[in-house]
Structures are given as structure tokens and as C-alpha cells.
């Protein structure tokens, strides 16, 4: 389809836009191009999604009689196999972050021995809760417990909860301060600020919470804009949110003043450290610079840490901790007169994995400080080889100052056209936009000998190729550019809401 001029049009006031769009889709024809367009654009990525089709067999109804497990063990060993030669050698950005094969025989084989177990059953699985309590202090310790606690009575100690992930954490700490607002000062149209970079997490929070969040613009470094983000603020405002370090190009938002400005106002101030919580500790340690971002500063009094990144356990825990037990309370849910019993639950889920709760604890203490420290080191010390390579590169730059994130883009080159090449050389990169730019979030698997120098090369002859063919067009290059400059965003929400559909087909 040919789009109409989308430079001219991106200049226009988002809300005229949106009306424009509403328009334009209202108009028959319109609306069954679009649909031809999209149809035709998804029908392209279905075989790509579903590899598997013509290889194993497909379910769309339970089998009458049930599979051997010999079988079935046999074609999911198959399956594995074939999905972990993507990332073992470390040509994938994040994704896995620890990968030997030890350390996951010795988390499997913790998972295997938990997995009945729901510490929603305290009674029956103790275990469970230990387990949990356990991680969340460790966790919390690593974070400035110590120093954060230091002469406090112990409702105001750090505390928090296992989640599923980061974006449970987040979700749950946001609904917390709604509801503290809520209650404590009548706030009943809340709105929480936090940089353009933050995590999406935060916009499905404000989403599923009835949250306005106000989004301010990062600075020329990328990092968050204090003074804007002083501006922001209302009397509506319940928390203010920086990141250690941001997922997009991994560096450390002003956490320092950010938490102060919600300090001296009384409101919270939230740290996601959902990336870097389990990194950050040992950089500083390891003598990186590190500037404070936990709850060694009074004003932070929420934080997100996942144990399935650099925490190095399975997927599926993350940890949501708070300043004090009362700002927790708010996260509870409690039902007291269902004829089911007395019923509570801190968290999202009802019952809730045992298996990956030891399996995240049980990480955690055979890694020990040591084990953290290494792997840091390992991943900071790669990081910095990328980086000097990577500013070696006159075609491409380096956004802002990161640590162990590294998000690069070119002020001559499409950028995506070098991804592309990448792409093709078994790389799979993370794709940004707003602006252009590509990341590769570095993990022990990058820090296997040869990988760091690989990448360089790789790289090199990406950026020469795509240099030496200005007019190649490249088949993903086009619609990552698109997808980044397209002005009708709510075309772009309606394709991604297709392409979920996509997902869920057999
Ligand atoms: C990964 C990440 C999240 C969300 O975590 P999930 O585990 O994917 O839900 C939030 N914030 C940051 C900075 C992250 O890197």
C-alpha cells in the first residue's frame, strides 16, 4: 500500500492524528485495503512463527488415548535442541542470562524436586515460605537493607514479595501506592511520572490500575530529565519511577535527585531495577561507577529486582521490595467471608510455583556473593571490549554512557539494514526506535571466548556492506523503520494485536 507522506505527517499534534486515523479507517475502502495489507503481512510471518507444523504433530484437541511419555519426552528433547543452539553461543542479546550446562542440570533438578509445591498451602509446604522470605531478604540485603534499616523499628525495614517477573513487580508496586494514595491522602485520580524509557510495565500498570502515567522525555544522554520530570509533577502524583539502568540503552537514570524530589513532596519513589539490580551491587564493588540508586537513599521506597535476568535462576520469580511493611500492606487482598474459608494472598496469582521459588532460592546461595561478583565481572569486562570496539566504528555511535547495555545507532547508515545483516549472520539484536538504534544487552553467554570478537567482526563487515549497498532494501530493515516512523500508532496497535491472534493459532 502506498502510505502517504509520513514525514509531513508526523509533525502533526498526536491528537489530530488520532482523529485523522478514525477517519480514514471509517472509510470502507480504506478499512479493506488495510485489512488486505495486514492480512497479506502476517500470512508472510505465520510460517516463520510456526516452524513446526510439518515436523511434529499438532494438537488442536486433547488425543483420545494418551501419548507415550517416552514419545513425547523424545520430541520435546527434539524441540530443545534445536531452540538452544539459538542462544547457547551467545548470539542473542539478554534473553538467557547465565546458560551452563551445570547451572541449569543443578536448577531443573531443584525444580524437579519442588514442583508440587504452593505456598499458598503455608501449612503444607513451609518449605515454600521459607524459600521465599529467604530470597526476598537476601535480596533485599544486596539492595542496602543494612544500611536502610540501621536503627528503624522493624515495620519500617525493607520487605517485599516473590513475583512472576518484573513486569508483576512493577504492576504490584503501582497498584500499591494507588492504593495507599487512596487511602491515606484521598487521592482518587492518581497519576504516577516516569521517563520515556521506563519500561512498559508502567503504561500496563496505568492501564490495568486506572493510573494516568505521564511520560517526560529522557535528556541528550538518555538518562531522565529531572527538571521536566519536577514540572510533571501534580498534586494527582503518587510515585515518581527511574530505572537502574534502562532497558533501551542501559543507563542509570538520576535516582539520587529523582528520589528526592518525591521525598520532599511525601510521595513514593520506585528504582526499577529489574535489569540491574542483581549487576549493579557487584559493578560498584568491582569498582565501576556506580552512582546510588537503592535503598541506601531515604527516598527511594520501592524497588524491582528480577532473579530470572542477572539473578541467573529460571524463569518465571522476580522481587518486588518496599520500605516498610505498611506500604506492603497495601499490595495484600484478603476475602474473609467466601464460603471457600478465609482467604489471603499477597501477590497477583492464587497459588503459586514452589518449583521456581526454591529454584530461585537455590540459585541464589550456590552463586553466593562470589558467584555474583565473577559473573559481573565476566559481563562488565566483555561489555567494555563491545564498547571500545563498538566507538572504533566511525559509521556508528554509542547512546549515552551504558554499563553492560549497549545501544548503538549511525548518523549515516540505516541502522536496521545493519541488524538486518546481523540478522543474517545468526545475530538476533534488540531493534529501538525514537531514536533508531540497535542494543545488545550482554550476558555470561557473551563472555565465552571468541563471542565479543565475533561481533566486532560481524559488525564491521555489516556496517560495510550496508555502506558499499545504500539501495539493498532488506526485508525486516523497512518494517522496523516503519514501525518507528509510521504516524497512525493506533494502525500499528491494531497489527500487533493481529499478530497476537496469530500466536494463539494451532
Ligand atoms: C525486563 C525488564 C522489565 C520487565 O520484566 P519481565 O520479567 O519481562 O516482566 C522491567 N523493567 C526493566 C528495566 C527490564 O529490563
Not at 299 to 325: E, I, N, W
Not at 370 to 387: N, P, Q
Request: contains cysteine; aromatic residues 8%; charged residues 20%.
Amino acid at each position: 500500500m502506498e502510505l502517504p507522506n509520513l514525514d509531513l505527517l508526523s509533525h502533526l499534534p498526536p491528537r489530530l492524528l488520532a482523529v485523522a486515523e478514525r477517519y480514514l479507517k471509517a472509510i470502507p475502502g480504506v478499512r479493506q485495503r488495510l485489512d488486505k495489507e495486514t492480512g497479506a503481512m502476517l500470512a508472510e510471518l505465520e510460517g516463520s512463527l510456526k516452524p513446526y507444523r510439518q515436523q511434529v504433530p499438532t494438537f488442536s484437541e486433547l488425543p483420545a488415548h494418551g501419548r507415550s511419555r517416552e514419545e513425547v519426552l523424545q520430541e520435546l528433547e527434539q524441540l530443545e535442541a534445536r531452540e538452544h543452539e539459538r542462544w547457547k553461543d551467545g548470539l542473542v542479546s539478554g534473553a538467557v542470562y547465565h546458560g551452563e550446562d551445570d547451572h541449569i542440570a543443578f536448577v531443573n533438578r531443584v525444580y524437579a524436586l519442588h514442583s508440587q509445591s504452593n505456598p499458598l498451602h503455608a501449612d503444607l509446604w513451609p518449605s515454600a515460605t521459607k524459600f521465599e522470605a529467604e530470597v526476598v531478604a537476601m535480596t533485599a540485603h544486596m539492595l542496602g537493607a543494612a544500611e536502610a534499616n540501621a536503627g528503624k523499628p522493624s515495620e519500617e525495614h525493607l520487605c517485599g514479595s516473590l513475583s512472576s517477573g518484573g513486569t508483576e513487580s512493577i504492576m504490584l508496586a503501582m497498584k500499591t501506592y494507588r492504593d495507599q494514595a487512596r487511602e491515606t491522602k484521598g487521592i482518587t485520580r492518581p497519576e504516577m511520572v516516569a521517563p520515556s524509557s521506563a519500561h512498559p510495565a508502567f503504561d500496563k500498570a496505568a492501564h490495568y490500575f486506572g493510573i494516568k502515567l505521564v511520560r517526560v522525555p529522557v535528556g541528550p544522554d538518555y538518562r531522565a530529565d529531572v527538571a521536566a520530570t519536577r514540572k510533571a509533577l501534580t498534586r494527582h502524583t503518587i510515585v515518581v519511577i527511574g530505572s537502574a539502568p534502562s532497558f533501551p540503552h542501559g543507563v542509570i537514570d538520576p535516582i539520587e535527585e529523582l528520589s528526592e524530589l518525591a521525598r520532599k513532596r511525601g510521595i513514593g519513589f520506585h528504582t526499577d531495577a529489574c535489569l540491574g539490580g542483581f549487576v549493579l551491587p557487584w559493578a560498584k564493588r568491582l569498582g565501576y561507577p556506580v552512582p546510588p540508586f537503592d535503598f541506601r537513599l531515604p527516598g527511594v521506597t520501592s524497588m524491582s529486582a528480577d532473579t530470572h535476568k542477572f539473578g541467573y535462576a529460571a524463569k518465571g520469580t522476580s522481587v518486588v521490595l518496599y520500605r516498610g511493611t505498611q506500604l506492603r500492606s497495601h499490595q495484600y487482598f484478603t476475602a474473609t467471608e467466601w464460603p471457600g474459608g478465609i482467604y489471603f494472598s499477597p501477590t497477583f496469582s492464587g497459588s503459586r510455583p514452589g518449583g521456581l521459588i526454591a529454584a530461585a532460592w537455590a540459585t541464589l546461595v550456590t552463586l553466593g556473593e562470589e558467584g555474583y561478583l565473577e559473573a559481573s565481572r565476566r559481563i562488565l569486562e566483555t561489555a567494555d571490549t563491545l564498547k571500545r570496539g563498538l566507538r572504533a566504528i566511525p559509521e556508528l555511535y554509542v547512546l549515552g554512557d551504558p554499563l553492560f547495555v549497549i545501544a548503538f545507532g549511525s548518523h549515516t547508515l540505516d541502522i536496521f539494514k545493519v541488524m538486518e545483516r546481523m540478522s543474517a549472520k545468526g545475530w538476533s539484536l534488540n531493534g529501538l526506535h525514537k531514536p533508531a538504534a540497535v542494543h545488545l544487552c550482554v550476558t555470561l553467554r557473551h563472555t565465552q571466548p571468541g563471542v565479543a570478537d565475533r561481533f566486532l567482526e560481524d559488525l564491521r563487515a555489516a556496517v560495510a556492506h550496508v555502506q558499499a549497498n545504500p539501495s539493498e532494501e532488506g526485508t525486516m530493515a523497512p518494517v522496523y523503520g516503519m514501525a518507528a516512523t509510521v504516524p497512525f500508532r493506533g494502525l500499528l496497535s491494531d497489527l500487533l494485536k493481529k499478530y497476537m491472534d496469530l500466536l494463539y493459532k494451532v
